[in-house]
């Protein structure tokens, strides 16, 4: 399962540097924390992408085909077809899709203090929920007026969140 974060940078990067070189590409990704199917396509540097919903367009009339069910293995299948793909870039792509797997062992726990970065730097947060909509975290971050406002982490990384009090 994917790391939705780490899988939109990726693909971002693909459409950047290859998508000159892709002819078509296509793929349903099973992303942590979400019921839906990731469905992608793409010609060249024209790509589309996103939940099973946003695709399909299904507004809760039978999305069964959308959504991953019990007796359904969660796996990770795309295409890629383009100019020597295979021969110049198959490591490159293998490494940078395996780069996108979802964090196994994240650091904090629900309840747990933390300091989340933001526009206006490190604010002191709550985890409120594990592997929500594909990231790690989501948390409950609270402003110098007390006001608090829900958030995601897109990583389990000190670039986005980090213990309390941690310079």
Same mark, same amino acid.
């Not at 299904?58 to 019990?70: D, F, L, R, S, V």
């Not at 970065?117 to 594990?130: D, E, Q, Y």
């Given at each position: 399962?994917?790391?939705?974060?780490? !899988?939109?940078?990726?693909?971002?990067?693909?459409?950047?540097?290859?998508?000159?070189?892709?002819?078509? &590409?296509?793929?349903? !990704?099973?992303?942590?924390?979400?019921?839906?199917? &990731?469905?992608?396509?793409?010609?060249?540097?024209?790509?589309?992408?996103?939940?099973?919903?946003?695709?399909?367009?299904?507004? /809760?009339?039978?999305?069964?085909?959308?959504?991953?069910?019990?007796?359904?293995?969660?796996?990770?299948?795309?295409?890629?077809? /383009?100019?020597?793909?295979?021969?110049?870039?198959?490591?490159? !792509?293998?490494?940078?899709?395996?780069?996108?797997?979802?964090?196994?062992?994240?650091?904090?726990?629900?309840?747990?203090?933390?300091?989340?970065?933001?526009?206006?730097?490190?604010?002191?947060?709550?985890?409120?929920?594990?592997?929500?909509?594909? &990231?790690? &975290?989501? !948390?409950?971050?609270?402003?110098?007026? /007390?006001?608090?406002?829900?958030?995601?982490?897109?990583?389990?990384?000190?670039?986005?969140?980090?213990?309390?009090?941690?310079?």
């Amino acid at each position: 399962e994917l790391n939705v974060s780490k !899988l939109s940078g990726w693909i971002r990067s693909l459409m950047l540097d290859l998508g000159t070189e892709l002819f078509r &590409y296509k793929g349903v !990704l099973a992303v942590k924390g979400c019921s839906e199917k &990731y469905i992608f396509q793409g010609v060249h540097m024209l790509f589309t992408g996103g939940f099973s919903s946003k695709i399909l367009g299904w507004n /809760g009339n039978t999305p069964e085909a959308g959504i991953w069910q019990p007796s359904e293995p969660r796996e990770c299948r795309f295409v890629l077809i /383009g100019k020597n793909i295979k021969q110049k870039h198959s490591e490159r !792509l293998r490494s940078g899709f395996l780069a996108c797997a979802a964090e196994e062992n994240l650091r904090f726990k629900v309840g747990d203090a933390a300091e989340a970065k933001g526009a206006c730097g490190w604010r002191p947060a709550t985890v409120t929920k594990l592997w929500d909509e594909g &990231y790690p &975290y989501r !948390l409950e971050v609270r402003d110098g007026d /007390g006001e608090s406002v829900e958030v995601w982490a897109p990583e389990d990384d000190d670039k986005f969140i980090r213990a309390p009090g941690q310079a």
